[in-house]
C-alpha cells in the first residue's frame, strides 16, 4: 500500500504535451529526473518555480510525491488535494490520498478515494487491488472478491509476487467450490435437502462470489419457512447482482410476511414496473401497493430510510445506499435532484467500466476529425479492455483502430 510510483503508473510518455506549450515539457523532464534520482528538493524548486507546472494536475501530484518522500505528510496531502481541485479527473491524486489515508487506519476515505480513482481509470490494478484488501478488512466479502477477480482481470505484469499470491488463492478456492458442487448432485438425488443446504452454505463461505448459490439458500430458507434468513439472502442477491423480477417480488413479499411496511411497499412499487399488466403477479402486487400506501403519510418512517442511507454511505455501502435513498425517493414521491445525483454517482462507482466507455466512446469521432490518430487508437485500446467484446462499443473500435493503425503505417513507411 505504498505511494504510487511515477514510473508505473502514468511516466512521461502519458503526460499530454502538444505544441500549444501548456506545460514546460524540459522542465517537467528535469523535475521528474529529480525525483527519479531521489533530489526531492531540487524537484519541487523546478515544479514550484515554474508556473505551468505548478498549475498542472500532474505537478501537483509530482510535488506532493515528494514531500510524501521526505516525510512531510501534511504538505503531500495539500497537493495532492490541489492537484484534483486542477483536475477533477486526476487519478493519481486520489490515489495518493488514499494510501495516505490507509496508512493512517481510515479505511472509510481511502476506500471512497481509490473508488474514486477506479471510475477515472477502472483497468488500474493497484487500485483494484488495494480495494479488495481494505473491502476484506471491513468484511465486505463479496466486494472484496469482486475487486479480486477484477485485479486479476487488469493486472499485465503475471509475475508479482502479488498477482501469483492472489491467482493462486482463488484457484485453490474455486477447486473447494468445484469439489462441493460434485458433492452436490449426489445429495440432490437424495433430496437431502439439510446437507445440500449445508454444502451451499460452505460453498459461500469458501468462496465469496457465486450469485447462484445466494438466490438457492435463500429459496431453501424460504422453503423452511425461516423468513428472516431467506430476505437476507435474497438481499444479498437484489443489492449485489444482476437479477429477475422474481427475486424483487420475493423480497417484497418476505418484507410483507416479516411486517416490514415502508420496504414492503417500495419492493412491491420497483417490481410491478417489471411485471406484465393483468397477470396475477401484476394484480397481486398492485393490491398490496394499495393496502400498504398508508406508509406515505409516515415521515417518521420515510426518514428512517433517508438515515439508512447515509449510515450505508459511512461504511462505504455503496449498493444498500442506493436501495435506501431510492427507497426514499418512492416513498415521498419524489424526483429530489440532489439525491438523484447521489444515486447515479454510487451506480458509477459500483460499475465504472460502461461509464467510461461511454466516455471513450464520444471521443473517437472528434479525435479522427481532428486526425489525432494515436490518441484514437489509444482510446479504442481501453474501450476493448473495459468491454465485451461484442458490444457496439467494442465493434466500432476495432474498426476504428485498424483504420487509424493503417494510416498510421502509411505515413511511417511512405510519409504521406
Not at 462499443?393 to 483502430?401: D, I, L, S, T
Amino acid at each position: 500500500m505504498e505511494n504510487i510510483d511515477f514510473n508505473n503508473n502514468t511516466g512521461l510518455s502519458n503526460i499530454k504535451i502538444d505544441s500549444s506549450g501548456d506545460i514546460a515539457t524540459d522542465k517537467l523532464v528535469r523535475a521528474y529526473e529529480f525525483y527519479q534520482s531521489q533530489r526531492y528538493n531540487d524537484a519541487i524548486s523546478v515544479a514550484e518555480n515554474d508556473s505551468q507546472i505548478y498549475a498542472s494536475s500532474y505537478g501537483q501530484v509530482l510535488i506532493g510525491n515528494c514531500y510524501k518522500a521526505l516525510n512531510n505528510k501534511e504538505k503531500a496531502m495539500l497537493h495532492w488535494k490541489k492537484s484534483i481541485e486542477i483536475s477533477p479527473l486526476e487519478h493519481l491524486g486520489y490515489i495518493n490520498i488514499a494510501n495516505e489515508y490507509y496508512s493512517e487506519g481510515n479505511l472509510h476515505d481511502a476506500i471512497l478515494n481509490w473508488t474514486i480513482a477506479s471510475t477515472i481509470v477502472p483497468e488500474n490494478s493497484a487500485v483494484n487491488l488495494n480495494l479488495a484488501t481494505a473491502y476484506n478488512k471491513k468484511g465486505f466479502r463479496i466486494k472484496a472478491t469482486k475487486y479480486f477477480e477484477k485485479y486479476l482481470l487488469y493486472e499485465q505484469n503475471a509475475s508479482t509476487k502479488e498477482y501469483l499470491f492472489v491467482k493462486h488463492t482463488i484457484a485453490n478456492l474455486t477447486a473447494k467450490v468445484d469439489f462441493f458442487t460434485k458433492k452436490l448432485a449426489e445429495y440432490k438425488a437424495k433430496r437431502d435437502i439439510k446437507t445440500v443446504a449445508a454444502l451451499y452454505l460452505k460453498m459461500i463461505a469458501t468462496y465469496a462470489n457465486l450469485p447462484n448459490i445466494y438466490a438457492n439458500i435463500a429459496e431453501i430458507f424460504f422453503f423452511d419457512k425461516n423468513y428472516e434468513k431467506a430476505l437476507e439472502f435474497f438481499l444479498t442477491v437484489y443489492l449485489n447482482y444482476p437479477h429477475t423480477p422474481k427475486i424483487l417480488l420475493d423480497v417484497a413479499n418476505l418484507c410483507y410476511i416479516l411486517n416490514k411496511p415502508s420496504y414492503a411497499y417500495c419492493y412491491y412499487t420497483r417490481a410491478i414496473k417489471h411485471l406484465a399488466e393483468g397477470t396475477s403477479f401484476y394484480v397481486k402486487a398492485q393490491e398490496k401497493i394499495r393496502a400498504l400506501s398508508y406508509t406515505l403519510k409516515d415521515t417518521e418512517l420515510m426518514d428512517s430510510h433517508l438515515q439508512a442511507a447515509r449510515e450505508a454511505e459511512k461504511d462505504n455501502d455503496y449498493e444498500r445506499a442506493i436501495d435506501e435513498y431510492e427507497n426514499y425517493l418512492i416513498l415521498t414521491e419524489s424526483e429530489d435532484p440532489e439525491i438523484q445525483q447521489i444515486i447515479d454517482k454510487y451506480k458509477i462507482f459500483i460499475n465504472p467500466e460502461p461509464f467510461v466507455v461511454s466516455v471513450l466512446y464520444s471521443q473517437i469521432t472528434e479525435l479522427m476529425n481532428r486526425k489525432k490518430l494515436q490518441a484514437c487508437v489509444d482510446v479504442c485500446d481501453r474501450i476493448l479492455k473495459l468491454s465485451d467484446s461484442h458490444t457496439k462499443e467494442a465493434v466500432y473500435a476495432v474498426k476504428c483502430r485498424t483504420e487509424c493503425r493503417r494510416i498510421l503505417l502509411a505515413r511511417e513507411q511512405f510519409g504521406v
